[in-house]
């Protein structure tokens, strides 16, 4: 998760050159802009826009990603990133939250998962989000700063009063539910769309299934898994 910051003379400018030396589209990064720079005074003085991008990872390379470098955070590791996310709160306005770090667990395919940050307190529905939307993008952001800070990559979990952890136990049994279904009637079932961790939970919890195999369809945010009889 390696960030690219470029000088220009102007924002588009610096985002061109950012993408020919990263080889990548623009629907492929994540831009922020760090200074849109100054013309100054005849000439004179002025100041280059600044920007900051960032590779925006497919499912299946964050994947590959994770299952290169992936290790149990250290403790250091931990408390650095219960830092970031305890100054992103406050930059957040949200002060009714304390983070508390849980031990790794194991994944869905009987790995041990990072470390995860949970953030504790009253009415922090606002931090999760329509289908766990902000809270990915919160966990992303922590990740990215946690990476810039150690200077390579890391990864930690971020939940909001273990709600991932309900989740992931609703989706199994959603998963063995649905499976039943296709197996006593010999249809497929397409869940709703969810995004890529999601996903990665159904086709996990049946992979091993003797009567049904998953895959999954559709573009982007839009994607589902379809749950299949075996032939």
């Known amino acids: 998760m390696e960030s690219l910051e470029v000088s220009a003379k102007t924002v588009e400018e610096?985002?061109?050159?950012?993408?020919a030396k990263l080889g990548k589209q623009r629907d492929e990064v994540l831009i922020s802009v760090l200074s849109e720079g100054s013309r100054g005074i005849l000439g004179i003085g002025g100041e280059d826009a600044r920007i900051l991008v960032t590779?925006?990872?497919?499912?299946?390379?964050?994947e590959?990603?994770?299952?290169?470098?992936?290790?149990t955070p250290t403790a250091d590791?931990?408390?650095?990133?219960?830092?970031?996310?305890?100054?992103?709160?406050?930059?957040?306005?949200?002060?009714?939250?304390r983070v508390v770090a849980r031990p790794p667990v194991p994944d869905?395919?009987?790995q041990l998962a990072p470390a995860v940050l949970n953030i504790e307190g009253d009415d922090l529905g606002i931090l999760i989000g329509?289908?766990?939307?902000?809270?990915?993008?919160?966990?992303?952001?922590?990740?990215?700063?946690?990476?810039?800070?150690?200077?390579?990559?890391?990864?930690l979990g971020v939940d909001v009063e273990n709600y991932r952890l309900r989740r992931e136990e609703s989706l199994r049994g959603l998963a063995q539910r649905m499976a039943e279904r296709v197996r006593a009637t010999h249809q497929s079932v397409t869940l709703?769309?969810?995004?890529?961790h999601e996903r990665r939970?159904?086709?996990?919890?049946?992979?091993?299934?003797?009567?049904?195999?998953?895959?999954s369809i559709g573009e982007e945010s839009e994607r589902k898994v379809v749950i299949m009889p075996k032939k």
């Open 14 to 19: 610096a985002i061109r050159l950012a993408l």
């Open 55 to 62: 590779p925006v990872y497919s499912e299946e390379e964050e």
């Open 64 to 71: 590959a990603l994770g299952e290169a470098g992936e290790e």
């Open 77 to 97: 590791v931990v408390a650095l990133g219960t830092e970031v996310l305890e100054t992103l709160l406050r930059a957040m306005h949200v002060s009714n939250a």
């Open 108 to 110: 869905a395919d009987g």
């Open 130 to 155: 329509r289908r766990g939307e902000t809270l990915t993008s919160l966990q992303f952001v922590t990740n990215l700063i946690l990476s810039r800070r150690l200077r390579r990559f890391a990864r």
């Open 192 to 196: 709703e769309a969810m995004p890529p």
């Open 201 to 215: 939970i159904i086709h996990l919890t049946l992979n091993d299934s003797p009567y049904v195999t998953t895959q």
